[in-house]
Nanobody, 115 residues
Framework: VQLVESGGGLVQAGGSLRLSCAAS????????MGWYRQAPGKQRELVAA????????DYAGSVKGRFTISKDNAKNTMYLQMNNLKPEDTTMYYC?????????WGQGTQVTVSS
């Protein structure tokens, strides 16, 4: 499975961005996907997760109510709609997918929120 993120960039506080993660390869193996973020010197943390059928989602407390995870199975693409962005959301965001035996990561996309 290959994962390619897009949609990061620079935005002012209070603004919005939508991240996309396009999956290719053996996508039928995927049981769940998610978005993680990692600031320099810190551990990678889960931002949001979604099951392969999109029926169940989960969010970190810091983004609940502001971010929405979704996926379009016809396009093999997962999204993260980020609203009311805050400077503390600034960091690299990574797409994650896992099958029953392996975990896959994208290369990351930078999100920068200016105050």
């Amino acid at each position: 499975v290959q994962l390619v993120e897009s949609g990061g960039g620079l935005v002012q506080a209070g603004g919005s961005l939508r991240l996309s993660c396009a999956a290719s390869g053996s996508t039928s193996e995927i049981v769940a996907m998610g978005w993680y973020r990692q600031a320099p010197g810190k551990q990678r943390e889960l931002v949001a997760a979604i099951t392969s059928d999109g029926g169940s989602t989960d969010y970190a407390g810091s983004v609940k109510g502001r971010f929405t995870i979704s996926k379009d199975n016809a396009k093999n693409t997962m999204y993260l709609q980020m609203n009311n962005l805050k400077p503390e959301d600034t960091t690299m965001y990574y797409c994650n997918a896992h099958s029953r035996v392996r975990t896959y990561w994208g290369q990351g996309t930078q999100v920068t929120v200016s105050s």
